[in-house]
């Protein structure tokens, strides 16, 4: 039996540039309407206001990946960077972190420049409950597809801005260029949120979800652009491979072509699903795209304790 | 610069617009073919298919060279694109006016007019005789254009290169955008040269590098230079007429009261560049959900709909009409050039 959940918050904003989330938070602080669920605090955010002021991924380091503990109990001061100083403001108001008085549930809103489409992302392949919620998503948003990317990895896992709650969710909208808002992605993401509000106001109603199964892409390897001497970029990803996210890869497929126009296949032994192909933001981070195995996941029959 | 001025001819826009256009006569400029050309990338230092066509000559130029010129690649914002910004300080393509260029440099300037001023020193000066001879600039756009070409509509050069490039690169289609600009008004890179063109292709997200959009410039690159080569070697370039799109002014996005967007691109009209608008046609969508519409009195041609860097310029997208514009032969070089030195 789980607890009904109570507090709810939504994460726009993050990422500055990404700005579907940040409009929806905008709009949602303005008029809060359309996010609010009886018996539910729905509380929407801006994580990141200096980078969204300034158009910016970030300031001075990316506020998705600094909230491990170590950066969270670092001593306050003018020195730490921005978003570190920044983590431990939202650790005071959403969490603290792995303790009892943290939200139950964050939303953190993205946009990508890779095409994949609505994405979902998990970061434990053992939360029957939020297993539960993304089913209930990708039934309601089909035939529109929604896939789940589980980032479930010993050392690829990364301290994101909403594993402060109980419950963290990631919610990706792409392709979308940073600085740009599409009002299609906009309604993706709207419907997106929708659907897991009225899970979430379903599941506190004492509705029963019987045992389910969801398709999931777990993350396995980054790929690195090949890179020359002066660590520029020598090769691109191959016209072949682009905008082709979720689609299975099979060795000698092509995977990068050399700015000379020379192709580059994929190795190994095995098919995998690439995900966050041509991400304007991981060039810095040295990754290409990501690869995926495909597996199922299944959730046990879950039910709301207070019925 | 005016006495090199020849006679004075015109070029018909359509049927109801004549603009006058000066070319320098055959006895002056057009003894000479075009030896100075430099292609610029990185401009815009997030802009990649430039960037890396320019980082990629400056290793192996030899895709530059014909046999009666080479052209410089040059990156012109080398700050802005180490960093994978569009600018530092000021957006460089919006610095090539004579205030700037003929300030004086002070210690806290910022980067882009320093930097103006030294590209207007390596490429012009601009409306001298000592300015390169052409200047091709690569840009992208997160705007669903395709291929686009934008020029100034006086330069008859120019744009006969285009149309040369409309028949050698069919596939896909490319369009042409004049603007009417004179020598007080460019403010672009490609202005400090004698003779000029922007290449922008689209949609790519800043801060990524598609290898359709890239090998695409590359192609257009090497067929612009074919076209120079051709004419230094004495090629006839007859009178011709070509459809363009003429820049009219910009629309903004709705806005609140302090400045925030009020509203989105409407979803009729994103990715529908050059496609025609009628008055009434849905543009805008509110975050309120009510839809805002075009009230224009004729048909529109908008571009440039939801570029991510002209949310600062508060441009939601450009408009443009369409028309067709009849361009005079080109004076043909003499048969004996200057030796090749």
Known sequence: ME?????????????????????????????????????????????????????????????????????????????????????????????????????????????????????????????????????YIKTSLAPLSCNVYLIEHPSLKYATT????????????????????????????????????????????????????????KIMEKVDFPRNENGEVAAIIHPNLQDQDWKPLHPGDPVFVTLDGKTIPLGGDHTVYPVFVNEAAYYEKKEAFAKATKLTLNAKRIRSSFH | MPGDLGHTSTVCLGATLQAPVT???????????????AVTGGTHGNEMSGVYLVRQWLRTPVDLQRPSFSAVPVLANPAATAVCRRYIGRDLNRT???????????????????????LNHLLGPKNSSQAFDFILDLHNTTANMGTCFI????????????????????????RVLVIEASEDTTFSVDSVA??????????????????????????????????????????????????????????????????????????????QDFEPVQPGAPIFQLFSGEDMLYEGDSTMYPLFINEAAYYEKNIAFMKSKKLTVSIPALPVLTPNPTPLT
Not at chain 1, 70 to 94: C, T, W
Not at chain 1, 166 to 187: C, H, M, N, S, T
Not at chain 2, 23 to 37: I, K
């Open chain 1, 3 to 135: 607890k009904p959940i109570k507090k709810i918050a939504i994460f726009g904003g993050t990422h500055g540039n990404e700005l579907t989330g940040v409009f929806l938070v905008k709009h949602w602080l303005r008029d809060g309407a359309e996010i609010q669920r009886t018996g539910l605090e729905v509380k929407p955010f801006i994580t990141n206001p200096r980078a969204v002021e300034k158009c910016m991924r970030y300031i001075d380091c990316d506020l998705n990946r600094v909230f491990d503990l170590e950066n969270l109990g670092k001593k306050m001061s003018e020195d730490l960077p921005y978003e570190v100083r920044r983590a431990q403001e939202i650790n005071h108001l959403f969490g603290p972190k792995d303790s009892k008085g943290s939200y139950d549930i964050i939303f953190d809103l993205h946009n990508t420049t890779s095409n994949m489409g609505c994405t979902l992302i998990l970061e434990d392949s053992k939360n029957d409950f939020l297993i539960q919620m993304f089913h």
């Open chain 2, 151 to 174: 020029l100034n509509v006086t330069d008859t050069f120019a744009m006969h290169l285009c149309h040369y490039l409309q028949l050698q690169n069919s596939e896909p289609p490319s």
């Open chain 2, 23 to 37: 070319w320098r006569s055959p006895d002056a400029h057009w003894q000479e073919p075009l030896r100075r050309v």
């Open chain 2, 194 to 271: 004698k003779h000029g063109m922007t290449v922008e292709l689209g949609p790519q997200p800043q801060g990524v590098l598609r290898a359709d959009l890239f090998s695409r410039m590359r192609s257009l690159v090497a067929s612009v230079l074919d076209f120079i080569e051709l004419f230094n070697q004495g090629a006839a370039f007859p009178a011709f007429e070509m459809e363009v799109y003429k820049f009219l002014g910009c629309m903004d996005f709705p806005r609140s009261e302090d400045g925030d967007l009020a509203g989105m691109v409407h979803p009729q009209l994103q990715d």
């Open chain 2, 96 to 118: 090539f006016t004579s205030t700037f260029l003929t300030s004086k440099a002070t210690p806290d300037e910022l980067y882009e007019v320093t930097r103006a001023r030294e």
């Open chain 1, 162 to 217: 909403r594993s402060i709650a109980k419950y963290p969710v990631g919610i990706e909208v792409g392709p979308q260029p940073q600085g740009v808002l599409r009002a299609d992605i906009l309604d993706q993401m709207r419907k997106m949120i929708k659907h897991a509000l009225d899970f979430i106001h379903h599941f506190n109603d004492g509705k029963e979800f019987p045992p389910c199964t969801i398709e999931a892409y």
